[in-house]
T-cell receptor, first 116, second 115 residues
């Protein structure tokens, strides 16, 4: 099955500094990869996706992600962190099932804390 | 355009009871997927409905079931509740086909507590 791993439970960064949230994947075939963010007591909000094409994907709220095939990674990045970026971040991979459907397989999540 | 709505937002039940959760997708979307989120297991796929048919399902016991109506609204039911069913249940709405199927929009979730 397609899977992703987020090696860090928590990432701490000072406001204004660049941030990176790590994700590695294990798939057969070409991966379809996603990042979602979850704020307290809220559902998941879509940030960005990689399907094919450019390895650098730009998404919502100034986030971007770099797809690296040789390292099987899809790290989420932002040049300058904001306190409001503090949230739980999930990496996910599309897992094709039968009948033209699919499931998203999520990583365990990384809690990002941005301090003033 | 209205987002994905889930009702109720919070629910408290006791062991052995059953519960029904509801999800109204974005207008025009025909696919609804359900996920369970717990601190221990993280986010796990329950099942997906597309055009009133269950298209695929995850590895959950038969106590977990669902359905989808002709207006694409979906319900999931959990029978004979167990303490371990306490979780945030999220539904995701999508077109269900084509390139836009790669974008899933999540609702705020229903927080189920089983006592």
């Amino acid at each position: 099955a397609q899977s992703v791993a987020q090696p860090e439970d928590q990432v701490n960064v000072a406001e204004g500094n660049p941030l990176t949230v790590k994700c590695t994947y294990s798939v057969s075939g070409n991966p379809y990869l996603f990042w979602y963010v979850q704020y307290p007591n809220r559902g998941l909000q879509f940030l960005l996706k990689y399907l094919t094409g450019d390895n650098l994907v730009k998404g919502s709220y100034g986030f971007e992600a770099e797809f690296n095939k040789s390292q099987t990674s899809f790290h989420l990045k932002k040049p300058s962190a904001l306190v409001s970026d503090s949230a739980l971040y999930f990496c996910a991979v599309r897992d094709d099932r039968g009948n033209s459907g699919y499931a998203l397989n999520f990583g365990k999540g990384t809690s990002l804390l941005v301090t003033p | 355009k209205a987002g994905v709505t889930q009702t109720p937002r919070y629910l408290i039940k006791t062991r052995g009871q059953q519960v029904t959760l509801s999800c109204s997708p974005i207008s025009g979307h025909r696919s609804v997927s359900w996920y369970q989120q717990t601190p221990g297991q993280g986010l796990q796929f329950l099942f997906e409905y597309f055009s009133e048919t269950q298209r695929n399902k995850g590895n959950f016991p038969g106590r977990f079931s669902g359905r989808q109506f002709s207006n694409s609204r979906s319900e999931m039911n959990v029978s004979t509740l167990e303490l371990g069913d306490s979780a945030l249940y999220l539904c995701a709405s999508s077109t269900g086909q084509g390139a836009s199927y790669n974008e899933q929009f999540f609702g705020p979730g229903t927080r189920l507590t089983v006592l």
